[in-house]
């Protein structure tokens, strides 16, 4: 059964709450001094605080509230605090929601309002309480990942990343061909790097190729290596990509930019091990691992008629798939720090519009956008201004709002650290009209 602590030094309202919530099968301690109560969130599991605002008879300013509320929300930041202020006396209250606290009510109350907000509170706790059993396990996890590999200092929050980098720490010592797929600047290549160094040839030279990069008359000879005189141009010879990752890993990025005639080429090492330089008829023999990286939808490019299906299943053993960073937002705030300078901040509104941008571009996009903002910032705050992204538009009372979905919901409140008041203003909904969204999705219910 949830507790709820009552910090309140009148007897009445103590009795009329306890019989209140006891027709609902709410707990109910009772403090009627700021020190008994925190002595009772110090000795006692409480779920929910109710506080005065003021203590004293020839006090009426809230300021013993406000000391009250610091000291609990300080100490607590994760138990849900209503303030409790006379009619006529709530701008104390209205500026410590601001500061964190989850609601506040007049005397005299309703008893279904005040009912209703407490049940959506307790639920609300419970999710969060459930959310935090998921981030530490998922923390564990990443430290546990992170003391028995090398990560290469890769920076993710992430349940997708945390899995993609679990999958490449697994599969790095067996000896097979890793497909790496994701959109541009996801960090495909951050993973490869992952493989090879926790891989059993991590000590043998690592060659990246990015096949988009190359010219495709110049392909053929990038990889398998060319003789003097083999074309105009050709005066001496020089070894190709696989003969440079001979004993070690080859990474070819962007493979499906591979004209055919190269991917014929390729299926032939990979099956063999064999391939000759342009221009020799001398047949030469490699050990390489293979770990290659593509933004295509290779099925489709098979339809199309543009890639081996051959090749796709023999470089397609495993495979890694980096979702955008858009699915993955749990990573945005953590690179953002990264790619900071030391002594930079961020700012909320800054943090508010990283977390709502699109980030087509993905990581390399959101380094950029740092690394731009910190060079021409005058000081060592980066505000939402000097990101440049595009303005989240807020939609006025005169004009469309877009309706919040389930997924809409649970995103804003875990934003909001589960604050009830500023969810809603994001929203740009009131109080009610969320806990009515919020019953409606039925979401602290379906998510425990």
């Not at 899995?163 to 993973?191: F, M, R």
Request: proline content about 3%.
């Amino acid at each position: 059964m949830s507790q709820i602590l009552l910090i309140d030094d009148n007897q009445g309202i103590a009795k009329a709450l306890k019989v209140l919530f006891s027709l609902y099968n709410l707990s109910m301690q009772h403090a009627e001094t700021p020190e008994q109560g925190l002595v009772l969130l110090e000795t006692t599991e409480i779920d929910l605080v109710i506080q005065d605002m003021n203590f004293s008879d020839d006090t009426t300013s809230g300021e013993e509230g406000k000391i009250l509320f610091n000291q609990i929300h300080n100490q607590y930041p994760d138990t849900p605090i209503i303030l409790l202020t006379a009619w006529g006396k709530i701008e104390m209250a209205v500026e410590l929601v601001k500061q964190g606290a989850a609601d506040y009510i007049t005397k005299p109350w309703d008893d279904i309002k005040l009912v209703n907000t407490l049940t959506n509170l307790l639920e609300l706790g419970q999710l969060r309480r459930q959310t935090h059993s998921i981030l530490k396990h998922k923390s564990d996890q990443a430290k546990k990942l992170a003391k028995n590999f090398d990560l290469c200092d890769t920076i993710f929050d992430s349940e997708a990343m945390l899995q993609n980098l679990t999958i490449a720490t697994q599969i790095a010592h067996a000896d097979i061909p890793v497909l790496i797929t994701g959109p541009n600047g996801s960090g495909k290549e951050k993973i490869a790097e992952v493989i090879q160094v926790n891989s059993s040839v991590c000590k043998q030279p690592f060659i990246k190729v990015n096949i988009g990069a190359l010219p495709v008359d110049l392909l053929e000879a990038e990889l398998f290596g060319v003789e003097a005189g083999a074309f105009t141009g050709a005066q001496k010879k020089r070894i190709g990509r696989f003969e440079a990752a001979d004993g070690g890993t080859l990474f070819l990025d962007e493979i499906g930019n591979l004209p055919l005639n190269g991917q014929i080429k390729l299926l032939r090492v990979i099956q063999t091990g064999e391939f000759e330089r342009l221009g020799s008829s001398k047949t030469r023999k490699v050990t390489v691992r293979i770990i290659s990286a593509t933004n295509a939808d290779l099925k489709e490019e098979i339809e199309k008629g543009n890639f081996r299906e051959d090749l796709y299943y023999r470089l397609n053993v495993i495979e890694i798939n980096i979702v955008p960073l858009c699915d993955r937002k749990d990573d945005i705030l953590p690179l953002a720090l990264h790619f900071m300078p030391d002594d930079f901040v961020l700012t909320r509104d800054a943090e508010r519009d990283l977390m709502n941008h699109s980030w087509p571009g993905n990581v390399r996009e959101l380094q950029n956008v740092i690394q731009r903002a910190s060079l021409l910032s005058n000081d060592k705050k980066l505000s939402a201004d000097k990101l440049g992204l595009l303005p989240v538009k807020i939609a006025s009372n005169n004009s469309s709002r877009i309706e919040p979905d389930k997924q809409m919901l649970i995103e804003t409140l875990a934003k909001n650290k589960h604050n009830i008041s500023q969810t809603a203003k994001q929203l740009g909904l009131s109080r009610q009209s969320l806990y009515r969204r919020l019953d409606k999705y039925d979401i602290a219910k379906g998510h425990l």
